[in-house]
C-alpha cells in the first residue's frame, strides 16, 4: 500500500475463480469473514463486490468498476503465481489494457512468472519498482513487479490444513 501510495487495497472475494475447481473450496460468506477479520474496514476493505456486480473475470470486473467508480484510478494487485498463468484468463490482454497492475512475489512462482509469456509480451509496460508510486497515475498497460518479503501460505495449503488433508 505504502509502496504503491495507493488509499485504499480491496481485497476481493470472488464468486469463485473459473481456473480453479469448486471443490474444497470455502461458501463465499466464510471467505468473506475471513478477508473482514484482515481487514481493518478503512484502508483496507474486504469486499464481495463481484457477486454485487454480476462479474466473474477480472476484465469484466475491472470495466464494470470503472463505470460504477469513475473519479477512482484502480490498481490491480496479483500474485506472481497470477501474472504465470495470465495467459489463461478470459480477454486478458483487454484486462491489462484496463488498469495498471502491481504483481508481488511468492515462493516458487516469480522465476516462472518473470520469465513468462505474459511478461514477455508485456516487456514495454514494465516499470521498475523505484516508479510503484506514480502506476495509479499511468495509463494501462502499465505494471510493476515489487520485490518484498515472501510467506510460504497459500489459499490451496490453508484449505488443505482444513480438511485435515
Avoid at 2 to 29: E, F, Y
Avoid at 60 to 82: C, E, K, Q, S, Y
Avoid at 97 to 117: D, E, I, K, Q, S
Wanted: include cysteine; aromatic fraction near 6%; glycine fraction near 4%.
Amino acid at each position: 500500500m505504502k509502496r504503491l501510495r495507493l488509499d485504499q487495497v480491496w481485497l476481493l472475494v470472488s464468486p469463485g475463480n473459473p481456473l480453479k475447481p469448486t471443490r474444497g473450496m470455502a461458501p463465499r460468506a466464510e471467505r468473506l469473514a475471513s478477508a473482514k477479520a484482515i481487514a481493518d474496514g478503512r484502508r483496507i476493505v474486504a469486499t464481495d463486490i463481484e457477486a454485487v456486480l454480476g462479474t466473474r473475470y477480472t476484465v469484466d470486473t475491472l470495466r464494470a468498476l470503472h463505470i460504477r467508480f469513475p473519479r477512482a484510478r484502480f490498481v490491480w494487485l496479483m500474485g506472481a503465481d497470477n501474472l504465470e498463468q495470465l495467459p489463461r484468463w478470459r480477454h486478458w490482454l483487454a484486462m491489462v489494457a484496463t488498469a495498471p497492475f502491481a504483481v508481488m512475489p511468492r515462493p516458487t512462482y516469480n522465476h516462472r512468472a518473470l520469465a513468462g509469456c505474459a511478461a514477455h509480451r508485456l516487456h514495454a509496460a514494465r516499470r521498475q519498482p523505484r516508479h510503484a508510486p506514480a502506476l495509479a497515475d499511468l495509463a494501462a498497460p502499465a505494471w510493476t513487479f515489487l520485490p518484498a518479503p515472501q510467506h510460504p501460505a497459500s489459499a490451496s495449503a490453508i484449505r488443505a490444513a482444513l480438511s485435515g488433508v
